[in-house]
């Protein structure tokens, strides 16, 4: 079963073609990894997807929604009841401790539940520093609670931004970890990412390039050719 | 979760809110300040205006009417008509008591300074008259109030002393005559008589040819003991409006309840009224030239504390405009990220509007006591006297901080609505 399915996507900025006619269905538990180098359509294609942005031309099916249909309102609640976004710069609000900026994405969800969201953070290694502000963590420990937050609400669908892009290689393999594990427990995940190693974890991987999808392989195949 | 992020926001970005706490709090202050001068000013500069001169001429109803009719003029032996002394104290009872601010009674007679053969006009008043009310209290009243702008070179007479007079400056010089000299006059009566010139005035107006005697003095004089001619009355009234205008045309015209507004108003053409049902046939006429001119000045003042308060507020707003678009635009990665996470546009528009508000709240008290701070000085500083605090100027007050810092927020508001996560979020 699809999760996600996009039919016929272009995007263009003014005379930009930031994508062009994009074609991609992605499975229920399904790792992507999403390639290629800068002005490749990386980040566009995740603002689509990530309901951010919505395509010039397509059609963006996720979870059985249309996307391209609905109003910016409602596609801030598919973003909020079925995506669980991270980010490459961490993005944490800096007053609220790390607790805190776990509750609040069930705040604007539904309802929030300190327990629950300790819970989250005691799932990615952070149950001791739940009451630390962000700026007292490390960057590795802010990006777990970034994924912390995505994961609250039990979303659909994990989107990451090059969630490893600015951490050090054992906070990279402490979050790939925590991914692997996300898709262990059956997670839809897709993530953009420049790292053939980031790339490597991913059952699928596709190249852009130019706005176009280039190639499609495998993580392993990708991992063997590194 | 919400105050969290409130409270969170606050701390973090105390020092922007600080300003804009400033910005309220000087927009606010001066609003105040205004505002409460506005609401009072009417009374202190009423109590101005009211030292100089009288606004209510009271004369005797038949010599009003021939007055009015003939164009004759009180004093001109034309009319016999009089109001009675003893009944004067009448007019501190009155509704508007306390609006009554000075009266004192005149008697003119002709009189003939005694060695130079020369006539002058002779005029028995009060000069600091104290009388026994009916109420109980007592009340002094007299020229020394009611005149208290004239340039007086000595002292005036004492009520009870018939022998003491002070003379205009024209009519001094005429008769060669200065403070502490002897004026010797004979009266209608021919009975000659010596007064003691106790000092030489300046009205800068016609009385400067006159010649001030205890009303007593002049009574015995005409022989008409217990009477005067005409009482003026410096009263402090509100500035004419349409009913006032209406019921000076035609009272009838007035409904019932327009009536008792009107009868419960110190407007002029009120108190004149009242005044009239105290007295024996007595007819008040309003000085409108000196009414109108209290309600044009004070119109006009008012007019410039309300401009001067909207100016200041719309500073205030402008001020504010640029420090919470700054802030907004500051914080633009973060609200990227609320919004991201779920928040709707108004989830944010809501955390930043109440973020400021509070701090509008809080700068709005410290301005509010600052203004009333201010409002003191400059009731001290113009009209020597405390401004009190007017409880209209609070929800006035309120209502504009609500409206000035919503204004100052549009634009900050365009632009957060304006602002989609993928313009903050991707950090390139």
């Not at chain 1, 996307?67 to 909020?80: F, V």
Request: with cysteine; aromatic share 6%.
């Amino acid at each position: 079963m699809n999760i996600l399915e996009l039919k016929d996507v272009s995007m263009t900025y003014g005379t930009v073609k930031a994508l062009q006619h994009i074609d991609l269905t992605v499975g229920q538990g399904e790792w992507l990894a999403i390639m290629g180098p800068s002005g490749s359509g990386k980040t566009t294609m995740m603002n689509i997807v990530g309901c951010m942005d919505k395509a010039s031309d397509g059609s963006v099916v996720l979870d059985g929604q249309e996307l391209s249909k609905l109003p910016p309102r409602g596609l801030t609640a598919i973003r909020r009841d079925k995506i669980g976004l991270i980010f490459q710069q961490f993005h944490l609000v800096p007053y609220l401790t790390a607790l805190e900026n776990v509750v609040i994405a069930q705040y604007y969800h539904s309802m929030p539940d300190e327990d629950e969201a300790l819970e989250a953070l005691r799932s990615v290694g952070l149950g001791e520093r739940a009451r630390h502000l962000p700026s007292q963590l490390s960057g590795g420990e802010q990006q777990r609670v970034c994924i912390a937050r995505a994961l609250i609400n039990c979303p659909k669908l994990i989107l990451a931004d090059e969630p490893t892009g600015n951490l050090d290689e054992a906070n990279e393999k402490l979050v790939l970890e925590i991914l692997h594990r996300l898709h262990g427990s059956g997670s839809t995940i897709i993530v953009v990412t420049h790292s053939p190693d980031v790339g490597s974890h991913a059952d699928r991987v596709i190249v852009l390039e130019h706005g176009k999808i280039a190639r499609t392989t495998t993580g392993a195949l990708l991992h063997k050719s590194a | 979760m919400f105050f969290r992020i409130i409270r969170g926001g606050i701390v973090r970005q105390r020092r922007k809110l600080l300003l804009i706490a400033i910005t309220v709090m000087l927009g606010v202050s001066l609003a105040t300040a205004m505002l409460n001068v506005m609401l009072d000013v009417g009374d202190k500069i009423n109590q101005e205006l009211k030292t100089y001169g009288a606004n209510l001429n009271v004369v005797p109803r038949g010599a009003s009417f021939l007055g009015d009719l003939y164009g004759l003029e009180d004093g001109a032996g034309v009319s016999d008509k009089y109001l009675a002394e003893d009944e004067l104290g009448r007019l501190k009872t009155i509704f508007w008591a306390y609006n009554i601010v000075d009266f004192t009674p005149y008697l003119e007679a002709p009189a003939r300074a005694g060695d130079k053969d020369f006539a002058f006009a002779a005029v028995g008043t009060w000069f600091a008259k104290t009388l026994d009310l009916p109420t109980g209290e007592k009340v002094t009243t007299g020229m020394r109030g009611l005149k208290s702008w004239w340039s007086m070179d000595g002292e005036w007479p004492d009520d009870a002393r018939n022998d003491q007079a002070v003379l205009g400056y024209v009519l001094a010089r005429r008769l060669g005559l200065k403070k502490g000299d002897t004026l010797g006059y004979s009266g209608p009566d021919g009975k000659p008589a010596a007064a003691t010139v106790t000092g030489v005035f300046n009205s800068g107006s016609a009385e400067d040819d006159l010649a001030y005697l205890p009303l007593a003095a002049v009574q015995g004089m005409t022989g008409l003991d217990g009477l005067v001619r005409r009482v003026e009355v410096s009263a402090l009234t509100t500035p004419e409006n349409d009913l006032a205008r209406r019921a000076a045309r035609s009272p009838a015209s007035l409904s019932a309840k327009e009536w008792e507004t009107w009868y419960c108003t110190a407007y002029i053409g009120a108190i004149a009224y009242q005044i009239e049902e105290v007295l024996t046939d007595a007819r008040a006429k309003p000085i409108l030239q000196v009414a109108e001119s209290e309600g044009a000045i004070l119109g006009k003042i008012e007019l410039l504390m309300a401009l001067l308060t909207a100016l200041g507020m719309a500073c205030s707003a402008l001020a504010l405009s640029n420090l919470v678009t700054a802030s907004v635009l500051e914080r633009s990665t973060e609200i990227g990220l609320l919004k991201a996470i779920g928040a709707t546009d108004l989830d944010v528009l809501l955390l930043i509007l109440a973020e400021i508000l509070l701090t509008a709240v809080a700068g709005a008290g410290a301005g509010y006591s600052l203004g009333l701070w201010f409002s003191r000085i400059i009731g001290q500083a113009v009209f020597n006297a405390a401004i009190s605090v007017s409880p209209t100027a609070v929800p006035l007050v309120a209502a504009m901080v609500v409206f000035v810092t919503v204004l100052g927020c549009v634009p900050a508001i365009k632009l957060l609505l304006s602002l989609r996560p993928t313009q903050v979020l991707h950090g390139r």
